[in-house]
Structures are given as C-alpha cells and as structure tokens.
C-alpha cells in the first residue's frame, strides 16, 4: 500500500472520524475528472501554464486525502509537461494516470473500510 500514506490517514481519521473522509474521496473523484478535462482542454489550446496549473491541483487534492502515489505523479506530470510542452504524450500519461486513480482510490476505500469503527 505504497499508494497511500496510512500514517496521515490514521491521523486524520483519528480526528475526524472516517466519513468526512469518506466524503473527501467522493468529492476527489469527481474533482480529479473535472481538473483532468480542463487540462485536456488546456493543452489541446496549447496553453502549458494553464494545463500545468490543473495537474498542480490534482496534486493538491491527491495530497489532501492521503493518495501519495497520485500526488507524486500529477507533480511528475505537471513538470514533465511544463519542460516538454507540445511533445508531451498527453493521452497516454492520462490513460495511465486515470489507471492509478482507479487501483488508488479502491486502495484507500478498502484501507478506510479497515479500520476500526472508533477511529
């Protein structure tokens, strides 16, 4: 479970309990679908900073609910498509991305399913 940062989870769900954290992963998906499409469309105008600028916010929500593995890659990401500009593989890099959301967002839910009921 690499993916996720069990340690910020516990702790937050130790405070919060699990769900406004359930919740949180919701509003990620939707969100990450969201900054996704506009980044598409972004780059597809060929306006870099603004693509780059909706990566930098998946990395952003990745961050906020402990999907690491996704935070380091939208962050990768955003980098790489910065320096490259025009070259950047854009639908392959999302196909990919999209991929590790699935398999993150499963990881976590089934993590946050886990845990005990008075976290």
Do not use: W
């Amino acid at each position: 479970m690499d993916n996720i940062n069990k340690k910020y989870i516990d702790e937050t769900v130790g405070i919060t309990g699990p769900d406004p954290f359930i919740a949180a992963l919701r509003l990620f998906r939707t969100q990450v679908n969201e900054y996704i499409g506009n980044c598409r469309d972004y780059f597809e105008k060929g306006e870099y900073e603004d693509a780059g600028k909706e990566l930098h916010k998946i990395k952003g929500a990745a961050s906020s609910i402990g999907l690491s593995r996704l935070a380091d890659n939208a962050k990768k990401m955003e980098l790489e498509l910065l320096k490259i500009r025009g070259q950047y593989g854009f639908d392959a890099e999302i196909a990919v991305f999209n991929e590790m959301v699935s398999e993150d967002e499963a990881t976590l839910g089934q993590y946050l399913k886990s845990l005990p009921v008075s976290a």
